[in-house]
């Protein structure tokens, strides 16, 4: 096929689209409609593409995600993203077991690493959340703990627009008060919900997105119906 951009003015704005000829009819295949919030950072719209509200059943990935969140309080979730590596290499791959029994020293030179958000608070409660994660998973089976908040199966929202989003949500609420009782710390609401949201167990992705469940992007031939 010989693929070359091709301005599109239907709209009332040019748009680059990739077209393919095929005799004497035409693909056109369009870009990909996303969430607003992925922007144009490789990185974000990566995250965006796929991860973000993928329905995760795997506890490390839970036990990570619950982390981030976490560290991300207060910053910008790109921030957090940008830092991720690092703090896999700093909390040696996010394993519970070793982060349980990280000693006071290793939390001073967590504190001197520049490549993680230097808080001590958010450190020392990631420790503690750790050890509370283990002590969740002794008793119950963690991945169906977490799940139970949504029923066990993911939620799929009808959002067109991001203001539409809700912060919290009932579900996120329940999730919040019950690591509290567990002894997990920087599990608000808001932070729970966003975690509900990574892992897949809400699904906040907009109508219009690509990614929305039954939105798949298409190649239609130019002079047929859309």
């Known amino acids: 096929a010989d693929l070359r951009p091709v301005e599109d003015t239907r709209a009332g704005h040019p748009l680059q689209l ?9 693909a056109v295949s369009r870009p990909k409609s ?34 981030l969140e976490g560290a991300q309080a207060g910053l910008s979730w790109i921030t957090i993203l940008r830092k991720r590596e690092a703090y896999r290499r700093a909390f040696d791959g996010f394993n519970p077991e070793k982060m349980a029994h990280y000693s006071p020293g290793r939390v001073r030179k ?5 490549s993680i958000v230097r808080n001590r608070l958010k450190i020392e409660g990631a420790v503690r959340n750790a050890q509370a994660f283990l002590e969740l998973r002794d008793h119950d089976d963690v991945v169906a703990w977490f799940w139970q908040f949504v029923d066990g199966k993911p939620k799929l929202n009808r959002w ?8 919290r949500t009932p579900e996120s609420d329940a999730m919040s008060r ?21 892992t897949g167990m809400v699904n906040d992705h907009l109508t219009t997105c690509f990614r929305y469940p039954g939105t798949v992007p298409r190649a239609r031939l130019v002079g047929q119906s859309p």
Request: charged share 20%; proline share 6%; net charge positive.
């Open 34 to 67: 996303r969430c607003a919030w992925a922007g144009s950072d490789p990185l974000y719209v990566a995250y965006h593409d796929k991860e973000w509200g993928r329905p995760s059943r795997e506890a490390q990935h839970l036990f990570e995600m619950l982390v």
């Open 178 to 198: 019950a690591l509290r009782q567990r002894g997990f710390t920087f599990v608000g609401s808001t932070i729970c919900y966003a975690f509900m949201q990574a």
């Open 110 to 114: 967590l504190l001197a690493d520049p």
């Open 160 to 167: 067109t627009r991001m203001g539409q989003v809700p912060p």
């Open 18 to 26: 990739a077209i393919a000829t095929r005799g004497s009819q035409v």
